[in-house]
């Protein structure tokens, strides 16, 4: 029947990416045995997270730190879908990409699975947020824009990624530290970096947050006014911009990435997850990796990361409340 | 100038090499394009590691393939057995499936080939040539504009809402309940997701899809198993007949006009030019009353609408350096793999290997037809696999591919539960197409209204501010309102044949539902 074997043809051709996919049902590894690392982005392919993962999973199997690495992804609800997964694995040799993004989603998606629950391995990267404006924009410096936006909110749309993200909480920031009352900020939440890029470009909305990636190459050929970056120093991705710091407002996000592990690992087994990240980090091409995509080195471990989110779920869980996204 | 760079692409694609991996990538494209769930981002995902170790040229010819790879492998299980593999297909299943079942299944994936390489040649041709002077055009299109194109696609459902247009709108509201499902894009709100975290992404329109098509009919065709004997498929011809030529060419042509466009829109997509295809090729068919019972046109059109979208998408990606499909958003991680920076300069600073890949699309192209078409009588054969059997094979088949994407078992649950729902559908002569469409166009239309007005602060004139927008709506209400207002001066009565047709639906509704033929009879 060669009906039936050119369908299972198909077949065989699919598997490669099926077992991929299907691996995270449970691969087989001795304890303390990271040879084999499988590592979770909870979002769909393509985005930031799932970027940083696949950059980090080239530099580990590059080096030969790790001989086999696999990523998969876990998609749905930012990424409080995969947390919860996480939170019911019982493989030490299991990272999980994750960042500012996740620490919103957890409030906003009533997760039971919280940033707690999870082991912090490290913070690996941040990238740097980009304030713009439409070339044709009567706005050249932050501090104009802000003077026309408190006198109009509502009539001043500010586009960005989706909502409860990084961009909408650096918009709720800035509107808080120059005096606007957070919940007039007039937010258009676009699926991604592209669409907004689409509605700064047609001038359809005031103003647009995202990250320099997505907007600096506009910026650079002047299609696009950068008005502000939102990191203490400026970004070598667009040098002429300035600080919002520097504009005058006491605002400072980074959209960081980092990697948590299984909850209730040993902490031998934890060290040795933090141990082979820093080894990773240490390694010319993940220095290269840095230049290339524009990320700020934010490197830290274990319980100092810890603490760093914990500040962090607090103050995104004040501002998100102030924007209205989440209730009291 | 463009032609000389595009030759300049080809020698560079055109290696025995490349050749091999274009081969692999349209093989690879078509397989998880047949298989429902698993699509071309996630797989240009998973082989992305393969740029660290090829050339660039070589990685994008392979990506390219599996790109165009995916849109044809959709319509082949839409075609014979109802089972879209991507959201595109959808409308391909309508006719496609109609006319499998009568037993022309190898012209409807002769002509779905052969459409799908005429509007991906002429749609690449297009990107090759007129790409910048059209991204302009495409980048001032608002969301009030795309608001205004999903109530002009709305207006097309017509054509698919079987006899009844009762049921029909019932199945439309239906698919615009389960298109809230989810997270409310603008306000972050979750609705209607019963406290279950995965479905805060909404559901997914191809498992919907999947369960109403495919495993509805699946269920419908165990129940009636027992009464009767089972009528066997008879395979009639082996590929398109003169005929079937004559009558697909216009509907290939006027497929890429409307896709190309949607494509290269930053949120156009390609569903919504599938619609409208459809309903064009409905309207101008001089076989209008083959619509609903297995059309060539309905297969010809849709095929090359969304084929030419999936070209018109590399437009602002190339021009601009914006993704607007998974896809593409993967293929411009591959060139950042090689340290290119995308953006409005790639076309200058990357020339040649932009090039190489518009050549290596043109390749992949014709490669798919070259592979496709002699598969043609041997993907027919499928259909002559005993129905149990082959059923059972479907519902392993959807089930897989719903899985497959979280390795999650409550997507089993969704599948099965929709699948029952998809089957009351049948038995009890609702269409199902209305309930895909308006699970695919509620979202589009809820989301852009609602941003036009937030943009504007609640001011409704913005909605007719643009000339796009008021041409777009205006032809929208010219297709509700011309027929009726036709029909009420002319004051026309239904003639015999038309009578003896609508008689003959209602009795093919109650047989085994599906669409029918409403809606253009005027």
């Not at chain 1, 299972?8 to 991929?20: C, D, I, Q, R, V």
């Not at chain 2, 010819?61 to 044809?72: C, L, S, T």
Request: charged share 15%; with cysteine; aromatic share 6%.
């Amino acid at each position: 029947m060669p009906l039936t074997r050119r369908g299972f043809l198909a077949g065989a051709l699919a598997l490669p990416a099926l077992s991929t996919v299907a691996a995270c049902a449970g691969t087989v590894v001795q304890p303390g045995d990271l040879s084999r690392l499988r590592m979770m982005v909870p979002a769909s392919p393509g985005g930031g997270w799932d970027t940083t993962a696949r950059t980090l999973q080239r530099v580990i199997q590059q080096t030969g730190i790790a001989r086999n690495v696999q990523v998969f992804n876990v998609e749905g609800a930012g990424g409080t879908i995969g947390i919860g997964q996480l939170a019911r694995e019982d493989d030490d040799a299991l990272l999980m990409m994750m960042g500012l993004v996740m620490v919103g989603a957890i409030d906003t998606n009533d997760s039971t699975t919280r940033l707690d629950d999870v082991t912090p391995i490290a913070q690996l990267i941040a990238e740097t947020e980009l304030i713009v404006v439409p070339a044709d924009s009567p706005y050249d410096t932050l501090e104009d824009f802000v003077a026309g936006w408190a006198a109009d909110p509502r009539g001043t749309p500010i586009a960005g990624g989706s909502a409860g993200g990084t961009d909408q909480i650096l918009a709720g920031l800035l509107a808080q530290a120059a005096g606007i009352d957070p919940i007039e900020v007039n937010y258009i939440a676009y699926s991604g970096g592209g669409e907004s890029l689409a509605a700064l470009l047609g001038s359809q909305v005031a103003a647009g947050i995202s990250g320099t990636a997505d907007y600096g190459p506009q910026v650079q050929s002047g299609d696009l006014k950068g008005i502000a970056v939102s990191t203490a120093e400026r970004s070598n991705q667009v040098p002429d911009v300035p600080t919002i710091i520097e504009s005058g407002f006491d605002v400072e996000v980074t959209n960081w990435r980092g990697l948590m592990a299984r909850p209730g690992m040993s902490d031998g087994a934890r060290d040795d997850l933090i141990a082979l990240v820093t080894d990773a980090h240490d390694t010319d091409e993940w220095a290269e990796a840095l230049d290339a995509n524009g990320w700020l080195d934010t490197f830290q471990t274990g319980d100092e990361y810890g603490e760093f989110l914990a500040e962090e779920e607090t103050r995104v869980r004040q501002v998100l409340t102030e924007i209205g996204l989440i209730q009291g | 100038m463009a032609i000389s760079d595009l030759l300049g692409g080809f020698a560079d694609a055109i290696t025995p090499v490349n050749l091999l991996f274009a081969l692999l990538g349209v093989l690879l494209g078509t397989a998880v394009g047949v298989l429902p769930g698993i699509g071309p981002a996630m797989t240009v995902a998973l082989l992305l590691p393969a740029t660290y170790v090829l050339e660039p040229t070589s990685a994008l010819i392979m990506f390219a393939g599996i790109y165009y790879g995916g849109m044809y492998g959709g319509s082949t299980t839409s075609i014979l057995l109802n089972t879209p593999g991507e959201s595109a297909s959808i409308m391909t299943a309508l006719e496609g499936n109609k006319m499998a079942k009568a037993g022309r299944g190898s012209a409807a994936l002769a002509t779905a080939a052969i459409g799908s390489f005429v509007a991906g040649t002429i749609a690449t041709l297009l990107l090759a040539l007129v790409a910048p002077t059209l991204v302009e055009v495409a980048i001032n299109v608002t969301t009030a504009d795309y608001f205004a194109l999903a109530v002009l696609a709305f207006v097309a459902v017509a054509s698919v809402l079987g006899s009844s247009p009762l049921r029909g709108l019932a199945a439309l509201c239906l698919g615009l309940y389960l298109g809230l499902v989810g997270t409310d894009v603008l306000s972050g709100q979750e609705r209607f997701t019963l406290g279950i975290p995965q479905l805060s992404d909404g559901i997914d329109v191809v498992v919907v899809a999947v369960a109403l098509f495919a495993v509805g009919e699946a269920l419908y065709v165990a129940s009636r198993l027992r009464k009767g004997s089972v009528q066997v498929i008879d395979h009639k011809g082996s590929w398109m007949t003169r005929e079937d030529l004559r009558r697909s060419w216009k509907p290939w042509l006027r497929g890429t006009a409307f896709g190309f466009p949607f494509g290269v829109m930053p949120a156009g997509g390609a569903e919504i030019p599938t619609f409208l295809s459809y309903a064009t090729e409905k309207k101008l068919t001089k076989h209008p009353e083959e619509f609903g019972h297995g059309a060539i046109e309905g297969v010809a059109g849709p095929e090359a609408a969304n084929n030419a979208s999936a070209a018109g998408v590399l437009v602002p990606l190339l021009t601009l350096g914006i993704p607007t499909s998974a896809t593409a958003a993967i293929i411009l991680a591959a060139f950042q793999g090689y340290g290119i920076q995308p953006g409005p300069t790639l076309l200058t600073t990357e020339g040649p290997l932009v090039w190489a890949l518009i050549a290596s699309l043109f390749i992949g192209n014709a490669m798919l037809l070259v592979l496709n078409l002699p598969l043609v009588g041997l993907w027919v054969k499928l259909l002559r696999i005993p129905r149990p059997y082959l059923y059972a094979g479907i519902l392993t088949f959807a089930s897989l591919g719903s899985f497959a994407v979280n390795a999650d078992p409550l997507d089993l649950v969704i599948l099965l539960a929709l699948g029952l729902l998809g089957f009351a559908m049948r038995r009890f002569g609702w269409p199902v197409a209305p309930a895909v469409i308006g699970l695919i166009l509620g979202p589009i239309a809820e989301t852009n209204l609602r941003r036009a007005l937030a943009i504007s602060d609640g001011d409704l004139s913005v909605l007719v501010d643009s000339w796009f927008s008021r041409v777009v709506l205006g032809l929208a209400l010219l297709a509700l309102v011309g027929p009726v207002v036709l029909r009420a001066v002319r004051g026309r009565r239904p003639t015999p044949a038309e009578v003896q047709r609508e008689q003959e639906e209602d009795r093919e509704v109650q047989r085994a539902a599906g669409t029918g033929d409403w809606g253009a009879s005027s």
